[in-house]
């Protein structure tokens, strides 16, 4: 061993307490102490996983060796693969070579070629008391300079230490981006606690239950779905049932805006920041303080406008455009999108940071297909107000409440609304059957059990099986790429698939793909 290792690994110690100290994005200063191992130590490849609360998933939060499309596919279940096992028996792990692991699954990629080039693989848990944060790990070469296994080990070991401590000093400063659903008041009864949101299903109620417990915190939450599932109403019930009820709640929308003004929108200006900018003007994080700012289609911001985000959202600090002075808010966000996020990530066209930051809880809202004994009770309200603006009496048959429900609405909840309102406006009797509804919707899609022997199968995100012009090793390919993709995550594969959860294991069971062996 190298005689000056000793003093080596003391000066790499004092720098990663000094880095991790002066840091006040934690994200950037795990990835500084990770780069610190590499050039001070020649511990390459590491990585800082955390445990995200929400999801259940270990997460890839530092890798400054890794491409954030390779970061954003490594997500895994306590005691999946190495670091899942780390994680959940909370016990370090020495692996002298790699490449004869069963355990390493490489999900990510990043680790290439190691069967000609021979790693030893160090992973330690990152704890602070009892509690087991996440993992850190770091590799080393076999035909470098000579090292000890048992001194890489207690370096990282009073590495992760000083993260775990870190980690919880973020959490005592910034409970807001930390906030566990789990610490939240238990959710009030009854299906009608949220005023203006209608449903009574199950998967409906779900969400309702996980609104209600995060609603009291200060904790981001984006809000996924298809367009019209109603992701304005969930994020009105979240500000409405927080302690913030009597502030503003202010929503924008990131894609009406133009790109050049969504920055002062955001922020506001100044006085001569821009030709007309006549006189200072504050923007909504200024106008929400204290309350709710909902960013609709939060995927199509420009990535100039997503770094001054990230900032606002760690350090609830900003300037304004063509402003010095900094100015601190208390806002709580949330956020909307009907975009692939992970795959706009990969596509270097949203920070992996505010993924992240934004998804403390990740709430998806389902399509109105997957929850029809809600279509009646939402036909119902949507029809009263229209009723009331309209000043034209209608009624809805009993068979038109059947085909309401049968019918698709791939524009979900906005989709009826609109087409209640074509019927109390241009129908040309006062009550409106079945056939009426059929005309405007299209004929109900027949279930997989009732088709008849032959008869071609839906595609899409509609369907059961694949589009009758796509062969099945065709679209068993497909299914297995996204799952790669998406770590195995099956909600994540059925969002890159634009399919439900539910069809995505139907096509996982159909062609026999064993995720077992993953």
Known sequence: MDPLAPRTALEALHEIGRLLSLATDPSKGFTSALLVLRTHLGLESGTISLFD??????FIEAAPEMSDAERILGRLQPGEGIIGRVFKMGMPMVIPDLSEEPLFLNRTGSW??????RRALYAVPIREGRATLGVLTADRRWGGAPFSFDLD????????????ARIRLHQMESPAQRARVDDAP??????????????????WRAILD????????????????????????????LHDTSPRAERSFVAVSCAALPEALLESALFGHERGAFTGAHQAQPGRFEVADGGT?????????PLAAQVKLLRAIQERQFERVGGRRTITVDVRLIAATN????????????RLDLYHRLSVVELVLPPLRERPEDVPLLAAHFLEALVAEHGRELTLAPDALEALARAQWPGNARQLRNVLERLVVSHPTDAVRGADIEQLTGPPAVPAGERAPGEPVAGGPDGEGPPPSQPPESERSQVLQALVRAGFVQARAARLLGMTVRQLRYRIAKYEIEMERF
């Open 153 to 164: 080990l207690k370096l990282l070991s009073i590495v992760a230490e000083m993260l775990g």
């Open 293 to 301: 700012l909902f960013l609709d289609e939060v995927g199509e911001l």
């Open 186 to 203: 238990p959710a009030a009864p009854g299906p009608d606690r949220f005023q203006g949101v209608i449903g009574r299903s199950a998967c």
């Open 210 to 237: 996980v609104v209600a417990r995060v609603a009291p915190s200060r904790a981001t939450v984006l809000l996924r779905g298809e367009s019209g599932t109603g992701k304005e109403v969930i994020a009105r019930a």
């Open 53 to 58: 609360a929400v999801t259940g998933d270990v």
């Open 112 to 117: 290439r070629d190691i069967d000609t080039d």
């Open 339 to 350: 975009r692939d996020l992970e795959a706009a990530v990969r596509a270097g066209q949203f």
